[in-house]
């Protein structure tokens, strides 16, 4: 009985360190869970959307003020009305300087169809979305009845 257990208790002894083996962990091979709700993380989630939005609203502006100018440099060619006639067949007022031209466009031709003697007086109305912004900033402001 004696020889078993000091067997035994030997070949615990030798063979200890490969059963109960524990990994040594130097300090910079561990890393840190880190919480993806974090303060820092959300505030850097936070502050990358914001640059995000500021950067839309700039080019947004930048297009706006560029795409005003005309690379042609005049305005002597101006889309005054235009009206479908069918499918693909529209007829479009044209002012060129001081004169009107009523055209017939369709798909693959472009046909003179007057010449205007009296130039038409056409009132300048809002676009449509003016419109609509102004009906928005009316209800905004409690106005809309």
């Known amino acids: 009985m ?3 257990s000091i067997t035994t208790a030997l070949l615990l002894q030798i063979t200890s360190p490969y059963l ?3 990994e040594q962990v130097t300090a910079n091979e561990i890393t840190p869970i880190v919480d993806p709700l ?8 936070i502050l990358g959307l914001f640059v995000v939005l500021v950067l839309v609203f700039v080019i947004a502006w930048l297009l706006r ?3 005003g100018v005309s690379l042609g440099g005049g305005s002597a060619l101006k889309v005054i009305a235009g009206m479908s006639m069918g499918a693909r067949e529209r007829v479009v007022l044209l002012q060129v ?5 009523l055209l017939g466009v369709s798909p693959g031709r472009v046909q003179t169809l007057h010449k205007l003697e009296n ?3 056409i009132e300048e109305t809002p676009v ?4 609509f912004a102004d009906k ?6 409690g106005r809309n009845k």
Do not use: I, Y
């Open 2 to 4: 004696k020889f078993t």
């Open 20 to 22: 109960f083996a524990v």
């Open 38 to 45: 974090s303060g820092t993380n959300v505030v850097q989630m």
């Open 65 to 67: 003020r560029v795409g």
């Open 97 to 101: 300087g001081e004169e009107q031209l």
């Open 119 to 121: 130039p038409v007086e």
């Open 128 to 131: 449509s979305g003016a419109l």
């Open 136 to 141: 928005l900033a009316d209800a905004l402001r």
